[in-house]
């Protein structure tokens, strides 16, 4: 048995050297990792309950597989830790740095808080943020592939993230919850954006030819955006065609049929 199978529940390892150090099979519940250095530490087939990783480093640390409940990850620098196929329940990761991390096939199941994180470049394909909250994160450049979005009937929410620049093409957006966000210079090219939640995202530049828009607009901003042969059809709006919230917008072949508070 090695000294960290002797480890018990609610140890103290506050501001503790665990480089490289490897949790395999102990129940971590409540332990306090706060300020602690876990760089590239791994955890195998362990329990994380309650645990407290505040300001702790846990770069390039492996946490795959994990079953995660009620952890406690603000202010942590996690920048290229892997998650890949965890369960993640009522977790904190406010203000985190998240730059690079893998959550490939995770399932955020209830109550996960991500905001104000730092998830530039992160991988999130295949898994379920529908109960993420991602309110002013950062998340351009990360990996949304086959990603489970927030609905706007879920608890989670993309409100004022930043997905600038994001390559969304052909993307089932339909439901999702956007409002706020930037979306500036994305490419939303055959994106169904069905009773989507936009009411103030930030559309400008975006290229949404071909897109399918049923969504609530109000307050959108599409300066220069490329709405060539989208359908919006249905879709709620306060946006005026020559406002300044649409000005130099392409929308040659747009459908805006019973299309609500549009004007010229």
């Not at 998650?83 to 740095?97: E, G, K, L, T, W």
């Not at 993309?158 to 919850?177: C, I, K, S, T, Y």
């Amino acid at each position: 048995m090695n000294d960290f199978q002797r480890i018990k529940p609610w140890a103290n390892l506050l501001g503790a050297n665990l480089r490289n150090r490897v949790f395999r099979d102990v129940d971590l519940t409540g332990v306090n990792f706060v300020n602690a250095d876990l760089t590239g530490a791994t955890f195998v087939r362990v329990c994380l309950w309650d645990t407290d990783f505040q300001y702790a480093t846990l770069v390039n640390a492996n946490l795959s597989g994990t079953f995660i409940h009620g952890v406690n990850f603000n202010w942590t620098n996690l920048s290229g830790a892997t998650f890949r196929d965890s369960v993640i329940r009522y977790c904190r990761f406010f203000r985190s740095n998240l730059a690079g991390a893998t959550f490939a096939g995770a399932d955020f199941e209830s109550d996960v808080q991500m905001a104000e994180s730092n998830l530039t470049n992160a991988d999130f394909s295949g898994a379920n943020l529908r109960a993420a909250n991602f309110e002013r994160a950062d998340l351009r450049g990360a990996n949304l592939a086959a990603v489970r979005f927030p609905h706007s009937a879920d608890s989670g929410t993309l409100r004022n993230a930043n997905l600038a620049g994001q390559n969304l093409a052909g993307f089932n957006l339909d439901q999702a919850g956007f409002p706020g966000a930037a979306l500036t210079n994305a490419n939303l090219v055959g994106a169904s954006l069905v009773h989507a939640d936009l009411r103030g995202t930030d559309l400008s530049g975006a290229d949404l030819r071909g897109a399918r828009i049923r969504a609530n607009l109000t307050h959108a901003k599409f300066e220069g955006a490329d709405l060539s042969n989208a359908d919006l059809t249905g879709s709620v709006s306060t946006v005026r065609l020559f406002s300044n919230t649409i000005r130099r917008t392409d929308l040659a072949g747009a459908i805006l049929a019973q299309t609500k508070g549009f004007a010229s």
